[in-house]
């Protein structure tokens, strides 16, 4: 148990679907971030929040549209997805230094 | 460009035997040096960092790092590997104690009975 949580850990859904990751931290982080680990690529940073503001937008698709409505939660919606989208998607927190992960909600698109 | 190289996809070691996975690193600045491990389909677990002092680190389930700052190194060691070790190992660093920590590709790590 890391202290952050992801739901749901996995979702299947086809490219014209609406769905939604969630995640939630109970360390009492200032900072959370999305990030998309696919098979045999780097771990991509896409979004990072800090103190619910967003700081950093790594060129993602706007079919990925992240919300982060206070400190202790974040969002991801997703909407008219691609096959390539299929990935890991990992939260994270983190206030001074490391990084801590949630699980991870994996995600195919159909 | 600011950059984490580990050199090898997969690392194979023997139970008992000891383990090292690697890690090379580019960035400007006192760097911020971490491993990060992760078991299948589960997140990834912090296992130690370096940031000043000391340049031998001990972290989690008897894993420990060196920081060689001539070298640009930050290697991940353990006397005695177990099966359990087995998982994927990810370098990161981040330029100072700001910014986004910059994650290396992972090596597969494989410890056989």
């Known amino acids: 148990e890391t202290g952050v949580t992801q739901t749901p850990r996995h979702l299947v859904m086809g490219m014209t679907n609406k769905k939604s990751l969630k995640c939630e931290q109970h360390?009492?982080?200032?900072?959370m971030y999305w990030y998309k680990q696919s098979a045999k690529k780097p771990l991509e940073l896409m979004f990072v929040?800090?103190?619910?503001?967003?700081?950093e937008n790594n060129s993602v698709p706007s079919r990925f549209s992240p919300e982060c409505p206070n400190s202790s939660h974040l969002f991801l919606h997703l909407h008219t997805l691609q096959p390539e989208d299929s990935a890991l998607y990992l939260c994270a927190s983190s206030h001074t230094g490391e990084l801590f992960f949630g699980e991870g909600s994996r995600l195919t698109v159909l | 460009a600011q950059s984490v190289a580990q050199p090898e996809d997969q690392v194979n070691v023997a139970e008992g035997n000891p383990l090292t996975v690697k890690c090379t690193y580019s960035v400007s600045g006192n760097p911020y040096l971490f491993w990060y491990v992760q078991y299948p389909n589960r997140g990834l677990q912090f296992l130690l960092k370096?940031?000043?002092?000391?340049?031998l680190v001990k972290g989690s389930y008897g894993f420990e790092a060196e920081f060689n700052k001539s070298q640009t190194s930050f290697h991940l060691k353990k006397p005695s590997a177990l099966v359990s070790d087995s998982a994927l190992y990810f370098c990161a660093v981040r330029p100072g104690s700001q910014g986004n920590l910059i994650f290396g590709k992972g090596t597969k790590l494989s410890v056989k009975p």
């Open positions: 370096y940031i000043t002092g000391d340049n």
């Open positions: 360390l009492g982080h200032n900072a």
């Open positions: 929040y800090n103190f619910k503001e967003q700081t």
